[in-house]
């Protein structure tokens, strides 16, 4: 079966400061996957995502992840943050379970950027 | 840009209720999704729908039916509200019938409270 695991539940961080959000995923065949960003009191928005080729996939505004096949892990990072990235992030996985394509979700890391 | 509309924003029921959550997407997309959202837990699916009268069961669908007459309307409906269905329902919509890598898109959101 597959699943996703966010391994921080909170990150707290000061603004200007790099950040890392860790995900790790498992499955026995091969995935997509993704990373959604939840502003508050708003839905979900795609912020990037892995499908083939380069293992490093990055977003308009800053935000990149690395694939790593061997750590099945799927690791964001940002150099530099900004209090408006103070958000909740979730990483997500697609893969085909009961003949259907389905999203399996992490738990979430909240994202608390600090003055 | 893809737009979801969900019809309510808060939402307060009484137990025993049956409740209708609206959901409305403007891009012809053929996949529609419903999840609802809890602090630690992530987005579980509650129930899914590849093609218009078309429903299937996700990992939670107990206590809810779905129904999609139109391909741009995807309903849940809450046969007799209780109190442990208090929570954010988010909607979902991709393009494709069983395209792996297309990414889903979110209304904001539904909070749903129930007395």
């Known amino acids: 079966a597959q699943s996703v695991t966010q391994l921080d539940s909170q990150v707290p961080v000061f603004e200007e400061a790099p950040v890392e959000l860790r995900c790790n995923y498992s499955?026995?065949?091969?995935?997509?996957l993704f990373w959604y960003v939840q502003y508050p009191n708003q839905g979900l928005q795609l912020l990037l995502k892995y499908l083939s080729g380069s293992t490093l996939v990055e977003s308009i505004n800053g935000f990149e992840a690395e694939f790593n096949k061997s750590q099945t892990s799927f690791h964001l990072r940002k150099p530099s943050v900004h209090i408006s990235d103070t958000a909740e992030y979730f990483c997500?996985?697609?893969?085909?379970?009961?003949?259907?394509?389905?999203?399996?979700f992490g738990a979430g890391t909240r994202l608390a950027v600090h003055p | 840009d893809v737009k979801v509309t969900q019809s309510s924003r808060y939402l307060v029921k009484r137990t025993g209720e049956k409740v209708f959550l609206e959901c409305v997407q403007d891009m012809d997309h053929e996949n529609m999704f419903w999840y609802r959202q809890d602090p630690g837990l992530g987005l579980r699916l509650i129930y899914f729908s590849y093609d218009v009268k078309m429903k299937e069961k996700g990992d939670i669908p107990e206590g809810y039916s779905v129904s999609r007459e139109k391909k741009e309307r995807f309903s849940l409906i809450l046969e007799s509200a209780s109190t442990n269905q208090t929570s954010m329902y988010l909607c979902?919509?991709?393009?494709?019938?069983?395209?792996?890598?297309?990414?889903?898109?979110f209304g904001d959101g539904t909070r749903l409270s129930i007395l």
């Open positions: 997500a996985v697609s893969g085909a379970i009961g003949g259907y394509n389905k999203l399996i």
């Open positions: 499955s026995s065949v091969s995935v997509y």
């Open positions: 979902a919509s991709r393009k494709g019938a069983r395209a792996m890598g297309q990414p889903q898109h």
